[in-house]
């Protein structure tokens, strides 16, 4: 249940991006520098980071612990953000998917 519960944290990164994006909070969007022009594999190569991120998370079996995980795997690229607001988006995005993930894989 550990990769299930990781792969729904990853899709919870990307919905939390998306929803960031649409409303101008950030432009970040990982699937396209990963496979530019490439869409499809992009969102795959996304997923795939996302849930290698929120393993860690669901590891813990909780939500809180979880989110503090998301946090933490949020810290590296939050340093290198562009703009205040990407880090932020970052960490909302990060802290949403390790809760998801240590939700979702409660024992």
Do not use: K
């Amino acid at each position: 249940m550990t990769i299930g519960a990781a792969a729904a944290g990853a899709v919870t990164i990307a919905a939390v991006y998306s929803i960031a994006r649409r409303l101008g909070l950030t432009e970040v969007d990982l699937a396209a520098r990963l496979a530019p022009g490439h869409r499809a594999r992009g969102r795959a190569l996304q997923l795939a980071a996302g849930t290698a991120a929120c393993l860690p998370a669901a590891a813990t079996g909780s939500a809180i612990a979880g989110a503090g995980a998301g946090l933490a795997a949020s810290l590296l690229p939050a340093l290198r953000a562009r703009r205040p607001g990407d880090a932020l988006v970052n960490a909302a995005a990060h802290a949403a998917g390790g809760a998801v993930a240590g939700r979702l894989a409660r024992r």
